[in-house]
């Protein structure tokens, strides 16, 4: 959720600071805040409501800051509203020490009540402003020993840090839960942040901290211990990303862009997966998930949040049609609820791009604690989810810093298919030939994506016709029923338009009631064993003058004629067509929203990583 910043070294940390903010800013933008340690060793600050440009804005006109020492967040609200006083960095009574704080603070209410009796006042409705108090309370000459005493008492997950100029050569963070935080090691500074993109133009090397875990950073290097003080050992990662894989590279949006790098994402996702004989080889990357561990599964369990969870649907059909297995899918907030069905004998698979979604790492330990083995899909190396996971497979995505998830979407369901063909082998539950044409498919992949990124301005040309529409119905039907989920999550997500998914048989069982000449209808009604199905459908939808768009294959007459507007897709395996269905569905929902003006990339209430439930 939140993005958290800081800086200790020769430099003036502000604008070292602001700028990795302006790289965060797609994990929160309600408020934005800096705190610094001054040349006469105060401790002073700004923040401001709203996005990240009006705290620089404020910067700009009002008091400069300066400082050599930094701690910067940018905000996704939970407790308390977007506000200048519930913005961080957030500082006790004294007015000598800040905290910024990604996650939820669970017994902070009990916590505040404590502090307020022994005459403490707040001016945040936050739970982070807490924080600062406790250590308040604690500090008895040792800003480190009133840190570990602080984190003794809080419960919940987070991420945070704290600045002091009780101790200004020094900077403290802490993690517990998926609230992620990397350490930047450069040459007599060092760096923190929430994530690896904001600090890659200043260092490729760093490590990472895991839940439980503290770091204390200086000029000269860091400490990394327990929360009880033993000190941890941790190897230097070299991050192999360029700076220009985490710049827009001359597109408008990074949404744009990534939609267009989907093509080179999916060759880096088959990238030594597939042999020559086109068989799938994934032994060395599932470790401890042995061949033998795969045979004996009975069932699989397959969960994940939003995009991700789409993706893993996919994987279900995948999976009943390559490996006959049966394959449950449970969207990972309610895993925990739902008192799911998994032992020993059970697959769970968990579907996360940052590797770090709350309620999918909440899934996983429910799941370990019934002892199912563990297989995480993530983007992301030393993530949470890359930990707990008794093996991963790494999408290889690169960083994606668009808020609404597009190539990760995409190299989620090519890992599926890889995994889906990898496990069909192992238990010869599908022809080798069958699995080998399959697997020689997704080679082309690729190339289909090229040709309908060539289309762009095409759909950009319906986006135009469709834009103003109140309400927009998505159809699909077996693979594809997951591409019109995720079609109408993208419209939703960046254009604000509602927009429904449906399996389209259930769709006069209810949504044909809200058909007019104002509800386009999107059906995906490429080649398959639903497409006459689709096209009935559809033509319930003309039939109700509905405008229909549909997405068809290259030549299909026979669809064109049900339809108002088509999206004309190359023809590909049936088990490898949401991957390409996907694509005009994304760049409908980026035309659509950048027509109307709307904030493509950081759209409204939403942020690139839920670490809270």
């Known amino acids: 959720m939140c993005g958290i910043v800081g800086y200790i070294g020769k430099r003036d940390s502000v604008p070292i600071v602001l700028d990795a903010l302006a790289r965060l800013e797609y994990r929160g933008y309600d408020s934005a805040g800096i705190a610094v340690i001054d040349a006469q060793g105060n401790l002073v600050g700004s923040k401001s409501e709203g996005r990240l440009g009006r705290l620089v804005e404020r910067l700009r006109d009002g008091e400069p800051l300066a400082g050599s020492v930094g701690l910067g967040h940018t905000r996704w609200a939970t407790h308390g509203k977007p506000s200048d006083a519930n913005a961080h960095p957030l500082g006790d009574c004294s007015g000598r020490i800040a905290v910024v704080h990604n996650g939820i603070i669970e017994n902070y209410a009990t916590l505040r009540a404590h502090l307020l009796e022994r005459g403490h006042v707040f001016t945040s409705e936050t739970d982070t402003e807490v924080i600062a108090h406790l250590i308040e309370s604690h500090y008895n000459g040792d800003l480190l020993a009133a840190v570990r005493a602080t984190l003794r008492e809080l419960r919940g997950a987070y991420a945070l840090g704290v600045m002091s100029n009780y101790d200004p050569e020094h900077l403290i963070f802490a993690r517990n839960g998926a609230s992620p935080l990397v350490v930047g090691i450069g040459e007599g500074e060092m760096f923190v942040a929430s994530d690896t993109p904001a600090i890659l133009k200043y260092t490729k090397r760093e490590i990472i901290l895991q839940e439980g875990e503290l770091v204390v950073v200086g000029r000269d290097g860091w400490k990394l211990s327990d929360y009880d003080g033993k000190e941890l050992e941790r190897d230097v990662v070299q991050i192999a990303w360029d700076m220009g894989a985490a710049e827009k590279g001359g597109f408008k949006h990074f949404m744009l862009k990534e939609i267009f790098e989907q093509p080179r994402v999916i060759k880096e996702t088959l990238s030594g997966r597939i042999d020559d004989l086109n068989q799938v080889t994934l032994a060395a990357e599932l470790g401890d998930v042995t061949p033998e561990r795969l045979r004996a599964i009975g069932k699989i369990a397959i969960t994940g949040c939003g995009t991700a969870y789409y993706a893993g649907m996919v994987g279900m059909y995948l999976l009943r049609s390559l490996v006959h297995l049966p394959v449950e899918m449970e969207v990972a907030s309610e895993f925990r609820y739902g008192d799911p069905v998994v032992d020993g004998n059970a697959l769970t698979i968990a579907m996360s791009q940052s590797g770090e979604t709350a309620d999918t790492i909440e899934a996983v330990r429910i799941a370990k604690g019934a002892h199912s083995t563990v297989l995480g899909i993530c983007n992301a ?60 498919g997704t080679k082309l992949l690729p190339a289909a994506i090229d040709l309908l990124l060539n289309a762009s301005d095409d759909v950009r040309r319906v986006a135009k016709q469709i834009r103003k529409a109140q309400s927009v119905l998505f159809l699909g039907r077996y693979v594809n029923f997951p591409t019109a989920l995720e079609g109408a999550l993208k419209l939703k997500e960046i254009a604000y338009i509602h927009a429904e998914g449906y399996a389209a048989g259930e769709m006069k069982h209810g949504p044909i009631a809200l058909l007019d000449p104002a509800v386009p209808v999107i059906g995906i009604v490429t080649d398959g064993r639903v497409r006459e199905k689709m096209l009935s459908n559809l033509m319930e939808s ?72």
């Open 381 to 440: 190396l030393g993530s949470h989810l890359s930990r707990v996971a008794d093996a991963t497979l790494f999408t290889r995505g690169g960083p994606e810093i668009g808020v609404a998830a597009t190539k990760t979407y995409v190299s989620q369901v090519t890992v599926m298919t890889l995994f889906a063909l990898y496990l069909a082998a192992l238990r010869q539950s599908t022809p080798v030939d069958r699995l080998r044409a399959i697997a020689d």
């Open 542 to 613: 003309r039939a109700r003058e509905a405008p229909v768009i549909i997405v068809a294959n290259y030549g299909d007459e026979e669809a064109a004629q049900v339809a108002d507007h088509v999206f004309w897709v190359p023809k590909v395996d049936e088990l490898l067509s949401p991957v390409v269905n996907i694509i005009p569905l994304q760049l409908l929902a980026y035309h659509i929203a950048d027509l109307e003006g709307k904030d493509v990339d950081q759209p409204r209430n939403l942020a690139k990583t839920v670490t809270v439930e």
